[in-house]
């Protein structure tokens, strides 16, 4: 799980869900904000995304949720050439993804419940075959005694915490999260990342972009490292923690 | 917040917000302009019965001057008019008008004469024609001769092109105006449903995130948008109705009702008005919608 990403480009054997081939992107007439980036993820995997501010970790994620198309180059979902896929097609792929937004999105005039388990209303799920698992869910994630709160009355961790509910709550095949622990402390971050490698444990592939150097450090997880638009190789870190703060 | 939540009992909210603080005045401007139109329409209506009663009026009736010829009176003279006129088929009725109403018709013109009885004032017939096949003027003025009778035939032909004239440019100026007024309530509509999406480009954005379809989100803002549409449609169209039944009411007799006679019957003209503006803002935010994510 250690091999740097950019190899696994090379190895189509690997049951991959998701394949960047040559992808550039850029928004409108703007200059190129990714550029030529080849990557390919396994299914079952848990990636980082790392970079300074305005690398092109949000514009890469938005590439996998299909909020935005490359310029150039093919990107590869669920073994489907995207640009290949039928519109029809778009919204379902959509439906096998979660994403926690770097704003969070979450709907302010609806209950904290009611935003956890929009994903699965869209999906055309029956409120008497959802309403337990979204109730649980929330005790999960800490917020069983806020379930009816609308989100502007939630902490910033809570508010986290219920959009990751909510982009996990249809079980998605892939996990996108841009920054979410952007807005909490050490600890609160620590207990999402022990989230997600919870739900990676359960099949879900995982993939965060984030500039929180110490929680990557933290973890043995390979790493995206984005550099103005290219990917390119991990600069070297400073004091390893030598595993003992591996979490 | 400190109520206990009982997820058992959830019931999925609505993903728009219930109301918006937009809604009174939205309603409000909606409901005004469905009125108007409704108002229009009605007016319409009634114009258009309006001429056709004075022109059927007309048509029913004749006017006959005769003008006393050799020793006859003109009373005489006007009695073998009316006589022979009644004999004509097609007319059902010949009556020889009292001289006093020849001479309130002339009295303007002569002033305040004491002694008419000197002057050759002509005499008048009122002829009622059978409405359904009326006695031409050549008809009568063919018969009155035959007879040796002095007289013009007036079937008010020359009123009739006028009134016609009249209520075809009532109709027409009455329709432009409904439609021009309907184009307004419609484009209000529209305006009006694609700033509330506009507004509310966040639900619209995490609807399509998270994987719904362009007609969910679409069907949504539809549904929304139809009930604020018929509901200002119906308070304008209950609005115009009861003008129109208040015209009705208080225009018995000598008040509007001659000039615009609005019939019980005419106020359902304003039935479709909900319908319509819901048709309206149901295309307008269909087409919106979708123009906002395509452009997400
Ligand atoms: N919606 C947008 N329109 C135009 N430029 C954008 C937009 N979003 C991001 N960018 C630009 O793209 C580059 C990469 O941004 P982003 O992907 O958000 O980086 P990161 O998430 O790593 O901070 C930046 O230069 C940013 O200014
Ligand atoms: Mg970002």
Known sequence: MSRNANDAAEDPSADEILRFAGVSMRYGRGPDVLSDISLSLPRGSFHFITGPSGAGKSSLLKLIYLAAKPSAGTVRLFGEDVARMAPGDLPRARRRIGVVFQDLLLLDHLSAFDNAALPLRIAGHKPSEYRGDVAELLTWVGLGGRMNALPPTLAGGEKQRLAIARAVVNRPEILLADEPTGNVDHEMALRIYRLFVELNRLGTTVIIATHDQDLVARSSRPVLHLDRGQLKPLPPQGPQNGGAGRV | ?296
């Open chain 2, 1 to 296: 917040m400190s109520e206990p939540f009982d997820p058992a009992r959830w019931r999925p909210a609505a993903f728009l917000p219930e109301r918006d603080v937009r809604d009174p005045a939205l309603i409000f401007a909606i409901a005004v302009l469905c009125f108007l139109a409704c108002l229009t329409a009605l007016g319409v209506i009634a114009g258009d019965r309006a001429a056709h009663g004075w022109s059927g009026q007309l048509k029913g009736e004749a006017t006959v001057i005769v003008r006393a010829r050799g020793g006859e009176t003109p009373d005489a003279a006007a009695a073998r008019a009316a006589e022979t006129l009644a004999g004509v088929p097609g007319v059902s009725e010949a009556r020889a008008l009292e001289k006093e109403k020849a001479y309130d018709l002339i009295r303007p013109w002569l002033g305040d004469v004491t002694d008419l009885e000197d002057l050759p004032v002509p005499r008048l017939v009122a002829v009622s024609l059978d409405r359904k096949r009326p006695a031409t003027a050549t008809v009568l003025q063919e018969a009155l001769k035959a007879q040796g009778v002095d007289a013009v035939v007036d079937d008010h032909q020359i009123w009739i092109k006028d009134i016609r004239r009249a209520a075809g440019v009532v109709r027409l100026s009455g329709a432009s105006i409904f439609l021009l007024i309907a184009l307004a309530a419609a484009a209000v509509v529209a305006f009006a449903t694609r700033a509330g999406l506009a507004a509310r480009r966040d639900v619209v954005q995490v609807l399509h995130l998270a994987g719904a379809e362009d007609n969910q989100i679409a069907n949504l803002f539809e549904l929304r948008f139809a009930r604020v549409a018929a509901i200002s449609g119906a308070l304008g169209a209950i609005a115009a109705a009861l003008t129109g039944a208040l015209l009705r009411l208080i225009g018995g007799g000598a008040g509007i009702t001659p000039a615009l006679p609005i019939a019980w019957l005419d106020l359902l003209a304003v039935l479709p008005c909900p319908l319509l503006a819901a048709i309206v803002a149901v295309v307008a935010a269909r087409l919106t919608a979708r123009r906002l994510i395509q452009d997400l």
